[in-house]
């Protein structure tokens, strides 16, 4: 599994991963089917897949975790851990103080 920037081509696999990691949660309303455009965009590749991915914005010195998902088929093998860990250190080398993030009711979202 590597980390790595988005690209252009994955947005099929990255629309697929978002869809299905949202399905089973309180978020399977939000439904994308363009990938916006925010200051960070990582994602977790496996296997010429997306199985996770983290978009981010930044405004000064306040970063906001707009999406993160993880493929049902890959949870709890640290790739959340693994996405976070890089979005906060790129968004410390760009500026951010403070990283926020919005959840709805899932036990797994919240822990
Ligand atoms: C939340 C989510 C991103 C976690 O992804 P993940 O790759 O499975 O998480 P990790 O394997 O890195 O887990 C890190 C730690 O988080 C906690 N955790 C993760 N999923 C959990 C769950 N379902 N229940 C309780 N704790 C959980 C655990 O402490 C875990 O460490 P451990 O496995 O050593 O016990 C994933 O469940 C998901 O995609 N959920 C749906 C999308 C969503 O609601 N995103 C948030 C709003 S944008």
Not at 4 to 24: A, I, K, M
Not at 49 to 69: F, H, K, R, Y
Not at 83 to 99: I, K, M
Request: charged letters at 25%; glycine letters at 6%; hydrophobic letters at 40%.
């Amino acid at each position: 599994m590597t980390i790595r920037n988005y690209q252009p081509t994955d947005e099929q696999s990255w629309l697929r991963c978002r869809v299905l990691g949202f399905l089973d949660t309180a978020y399977f309303d939000d439904v994308a089917t363009r990938k916006p455009p925010p200051d960070l965009e990582l994602v977790a590749a496996s296997d010429g897949q997306i199985v996770g991915l983290l978009d981010a914005s930044l405004n000064g010195p306040e970063a906001t975790i707009e999406t993160i998902v993880v493929h049902p088929d890959h949870r709890r093998r640290g790739i959340a851990r693994a996405l976070l860990h890089e979005a906060c250190t790129r968004l410390a080398d760009r500026g951010a103080l403070y990283v926020d993030a919005w959840t709805r009711d899932d036990e797994g979202t919240l822990t």
